[in-house]
């Protein structure tokens, strides 16, 4: 279980998918892209992580780390690597995969719920959990299903929230690893401060942090159901 964590913010950590890897003994090779941590091969890692950031998918042109690391994630994918997005690792998987990435209609900033769709809740990794899945949102991107995609959850302004590409490839614009500490780290990030203004006005951090203080550990717990599944799952296949 060699698994390539890709980060692209130091705050942005894997949170309480990291937990579920060092519970099944998992060896994480971790990279700080936006640190300048070169990439490395694929083919020597069992499954790819990849986390959220402030910057686009679209920003090749200042971060040409990016255009190698959607080849990187579109070759892995493609060969049947295991893979799991949040947030910009969706958008990232969705554009290795050819698809359309673009501002969404406004900030989606706050604790709300995303709506399984039925083919979510017959899928091995979404099956059984609450059909309205309180999550935290923070982005202002989105995406077109890649083709072949099975779209899992959608939100009322942002109809495309999670897919399943292949057999073990998720994404999943939310977040549902985030710790109350996360969550606090990242509203010290200007970009992240400034979409959660623009939403919710002056003093907004204060007002979301109470409304996430008694949601987090539900959330961590759903975010830890679905990253297992996903974890035993692939292993469980790759051992059959």
């Not at 996430?212 to 297992?228: C, K, N, Q």
């Amino acid at each position: 279980m060699r698994t390539l964590i890709l980060q692209h913010l130091a705050c942005e950590q894997p949170g309480v998918f990291g937990d579920v890897l060092a519970e099944r003994g998992a060896e994480m090779v971790t990279l700080e892209l936006d640190e300048g941590d070169p990439l490395p091969d694929w083919r020597s890692f069992d499954a790819i992580l990849a986390m959220g950031g402030p910057m686009s998918v679209n920003d090749d042109a200042a971060l040409p780390w990016l255009t190698e690391e959607k080849r990187l994630i579109g070759e892995a994918v493609r060969a049947g690597r295991p893979y799991w997005g949040a947030c910009l690792g969706v958008q990232l998987l969705a554009a290795s995969l050819g698809a359309r990435v673009y501002p969404g209609p406004g900030p989606e900033v706050g604790v709300m719920p995303v709506r399984l769709t039925e083919e979510a809740l017959r899928d091995p990794v979404f099956e059984g959990l609450p059909r309205d899945l309180r999550t935290l949102q923070w982005h202002g991107d989105t995406f077109d299903l890649p083709q072949g995609a099975e779209r899992l959850a959608w939100s009322d302004r942002y109809p495309n929230q999670a897919f399943r590409w292949g057999r073990f490839a998720y994404g999943v614009q939310f977040h549902v690893e985030v710790s109350m500490a996360m969550a606090e780290a990242w509203a010290e990030v200007p970009e992240y401060e400034a979409s959660l203004e623009q939403v919710r006005g002056p003093g907004a951090l204060p007002r979301l942090l109470a409304e996430l203080e008694p949601e987090a550990e539900r959330i961590r717990d759903h975010g830890r159901r679905m990253f297992e599944r996903w974890v035993d799952a692939w292993v469980g296949a790759a051992i059959g």
